[in-house]
């Protein structure tokens, strides 16, 4: 079965408003990496976040490994936020990252 | 630091051509990743380098796809014979092991 499932696959929100993204996985984990990902662009990396939470700016990202759970956290949400947001799974002790499906933000002015 | 640098940005080739696809890495990142990306599959894994040695090319499809590293600051991914089916954004990573992965730009390659 799919060991990362992300939700939601798309959300639009007015700007002010705070997003909510989760990814929730199956199997041990290593670590989570949430990236950002601009239509056209390349992957930019958010967070490296093996467990509890970090901070950047308007970002926070939380990762709970007893519940299998990485949730990304945007506050006062901008027009410039729009975008793909992807997390990946990097298993026990191995190089491989499991990618969720992505969510796709947009955020209207 | 320029992070990790992929050229050509953009190649476009006619069925059946050969197309070498380009990544320099982060200055001093042991860890290089080739991926691939397009709309209907997503990202997929195609290539690992861990200190140019390889360590796993399960995603490569196995006729006609080859990487390299023949040293720490640049890895190649040739593709022969191209086919219309390989049009895709390929996506080339660099890290230190068990840390962020640093993606570049991208190549997006379009086969006519």
């Known amino acids: 079965g799919q060991q990362v499932q992300q939700s939601p696959a798309s959300l639009v929100l007015q700007e002010g408003e705070n997003a909510e993204l989760q990814c929730n996985f199956s199997t041990s984990l290593n670590s989570m990496q949430w990236f950002y990902q601009r239509p056209g662009g390349s992957l930019v990396s958010l967070f490296y976040n093996p467990s509890g939470t970090k901070h950047s700016g308007r970002l926070t990202s939380t990762t709970v490994i007893k519940e299998r759970r990485s949730s990304l956290h945007i506050s006062s949400s901008q027009t410039t936020d729009s975008g793909t947001y992807l997390c990946a799974l990097e298993l026990d002790s191995n190089y491989q990252l499991i990618w969720g499906s992505g969510t796709k933000l947009i955020i209207k002015p | 630091n320029a992070g990790v640098i992929q050229t050509p940005r953009h190649k476009v080739t006619g069925k059946g051509q050969e197309a070498t696809l380009w990544c320099e890495p982060i200055s001093g990142h042991s860890a290089v990743f080739w991926y691939r990306q397009t709309i209907v599959q997503g990202l997929e894994f195609l290539t690992y380098?861990?200190?140019?040695?390889?360590?796993?090319d399960s995603g490569m499809p196995k006729e006609r796809f080859s990487a390299q590293m023949p040293n720490q600051s640049h890895s190649t991914l040739k593709i022969q014979s191209t086919q219309p089916q390989d049009s895709a954004v390929y996506l080339c990573a660099s890290s230190l092991t068990g840390n962020t992965l640093y993606f570049g730009a991208g190549t997006r390659l379009s086969v006519l």
């Open positions: 380098f861990r200190n140019q040695a390889p360590i796993d």
